[in-house]
Each structure stands twice: as structure tokens, then as C-alpha cells.
């Protein structure tokens, strides 16, 4: 069983920066392909970013693509997403999810298992 627990969320201005850090416990972390998701007002939930199992592969949506930095420590069973320059769209609960199922995805191969999401709200 994977379970997973997101933290970093918060109330920010436009431009700032947040992380937020998502907690695995999983007996296989480093055979888990990662991804963040989110779901603003409203809207239907959306891949945010992707990561293979050794961390050296990434993926983005346009939407953050040089914005955001998504990242996984093995050692320490954890996935990361470095948010920088936020904006108002950016306003959404956002997910960490895993998958065994392929080696990295953005949700074209479904993942599995899902966190319960943390708040980032962007706002003047």
C-alpha cells in the first residue's frame, strides 16, 4: 500500500515562491513514477508535473514550465515542487499522486494512488 501526504501550501502574493513537499510511504519509493496535479475553482482537475524513478527526467505543463521545479529525494522517500513566481491562476489544491504502472506519466498512464492536496491560494 502507498499512502501520501502533502504540506507546503499557503496564502502568497503574485511573484513569490512556495515548496511543497509530499511524504511517501511506500516499500518500493524508488520504483514509483511521481506527479503533481491540481484542481482550481471550479475546474477539472490538471497535471501540473512529472518525474521518473530516478529523478533525472522531467515533464511539465505549459502552464508552469519554467516556473516550477519538481524534484524527488530517494533517500528520504519524498517528492518536491518548487513553485516560483506564482500567479493568481496558479490558485488550485494541489496533489502529489505515484504509479507503478510506468516509469514516468502525466496521467496518460492513470497513477494509483493520490494525497488528500494542499491549499496554494495566490492573491494581491
Known amino acids: 500500500q502507498v499512502q501520501l501526504a502533502e504540506s507546503g501550501g499557503g496564502s502568497v502574493q503574485p511573484g513569490a515562491s512556495l515548496r511543497l513537499s509530499c511524504a511517501v510511504s511506500?516499500?518500493?519509493?524508488?520504483?514509483?513514477?511521481l506527479g503533481w496535479f491540481r484542481r482550481a475553482p471550479g475546474r477539472e482537475r490538471e497535471f501540473v508535473a512529472a518525474?521518473?524513478?530516478?529523478?533525472?527526467?522531467?515533464f511539465y505543463a505549459d502552464s508552469v514550465k519554467g516556473r516550477f521545479t519538481i524534484s524527488r529525494d530517494n533517500s528520504r522517500d519524498r517528492l518536491f515542487l518548487q513553485m516560483d513566481s506564482l500567479k493568481p491562476d496558479d490558485t488550485a489544491v494541489y496533489y502529489c499522486?505515484?504509479?507503478?504502472?510506468?516509469?514516468?506519466?502525466?496521467?496518460?498512464?492513470?497513477?494509483?494512488?493520490w494525497g488528500q492536496g494542499t491549499q496554494v491560494i495566490v492573491s494581491s
Open positions: 518525474v521518473s524513478w530516478t529523478g533525472r527526467s522531467t
Open positions: 499522486a505515484a504509479t507503478s504502472q510506468a516509469t514516468m506519466t502525466d496521467g496518460t498512464v492513470p497513477y494509483d494512488y
Open positions: 511506500a516499500s518500493n519509493f524508488g520504483t514509483l513514477a
